[in-house]
């Protein structure tokens, strides 16, 4: 049984620093004093219950949520008060949950916008690129978004973010719309490739059991706050935890055992 300091150890030297993030919407505060790390070459799941504040702490890192405290740092650089349309330059790449590609564009097109700010050379080379980490989208390059399966479509958000080759990779539940199959073929193989590219993942699931077979580190965010980190084996082998997020039951039912499960 390891313990969570030998395997904290045993972690890359991060990539993404995130510190005492405190963020929110108008005056209220949704995440309070949120921190952890993801290094190059790592999937770290964030994970917890509907509501807990996954998606704003995402938000926040890229500006769309307010930050009242804390710092992010990518690749050392403080990125916290950067302006969103700045961020993807500097290596920060975002797949939202919901509107994540241009609907009415082609596969060909989003891949394009995803390439914005490379010549065009470097847009065919990587495009190339992406069609070998997804080859199912290889054969409908000139189909309009809005036609792709959910698998595809997917797919195709996050082979747009990775045509800017970001050293950060913040994908918010990438499953969420999948069948149970699809969503585990999506973490094995397309996410798994990405981390493969070098870039730090940051995966917000609220599917735990599936992040977590994928998951080098994983953080557990309840009522806005991270109650709880490890390794996925040791996160699985507390009682508590398992019976809570990955009995396939309610995962809501934590937000009312919030005092069960911190640490
Ligand atoms: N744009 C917004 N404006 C105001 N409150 C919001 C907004 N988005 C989310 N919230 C609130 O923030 C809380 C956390 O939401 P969210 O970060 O989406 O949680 P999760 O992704 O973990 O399900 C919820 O109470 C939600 O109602
Ligand atoms: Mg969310």
Redesign the pocket.
């Given at each position: 049984m390891h313990t969570s300091a030998t395997d904290e150890r045993r972690r890359p030297p991060p990539q993404l620093v995130v510190d005492g993030l405190t963020a929110g919407?108008?005056g209220?505060t949704?995440v309070d004093d949120v921190s952890f790390t993801v290094g190059p070459g790592e999937v770290v799941a964030l994970l917890?219950p509907?509501?807990?504040?996954?998606?704003?702490v995402l938000k926040a890192m890229v500006g769309q949520a307010r930050i009242t405290a804390g710092s992010v740092l990518l690749g050392g650089i403080d990125i916290t008060s950067v302006r969103p349309h700045l961020l993807a330059g500097m290596g920060c790449g975002y797949v939202p949950q919901y509107r994540d590609v241009f609907d009415e564009l082609t596969v060909r097109e989003n891949l394009e916008m995803g390439g914005y700010l490379l010549g065009k050379e470097a847009i065919a080379k990587r495009i190339d690129d992406a069609m070998e980490v997804f080859p199912a989208l290889a054969g409908m390059m000139d189909r309009p978004a809005r036609k792709l399966s959910g698998g595809e479509h997917k797919m195709l958000a996050i082979a747009r973010v990775m045509m800017s080759r970001p050293t950060l990779m913040a994908l918010d539940e990438p499953t969420a719309n999948l069948a149970p199959i699809l969503g585990r073929r999506l973490l094995d193989e397309q996410i798994r490739a990405v981390v493969r590219s070098g870039a730090a993942v940051l995966l917000?699931e609220q599917r735990a059991a599936a992040a977590l077979s994928v998951a080098d580190w994983a953080y557990l965010?309840v009522a806005g706050r991270v109650v709880r980190s490890g390794h996925p084996a040791e996160l699985r082998a507390q009682a508590d935890f398992a019976e809570v997020f990955l009995g396939g039951g309610d995962a809501t039912t934590a937000a009312r055992n919030t005092s069960d499960v911190r640490a």
């Open positions: 919407y108008g209220a949704v917890g509907n509501g807990a504040g996954k998606s704003t917000v965010l």
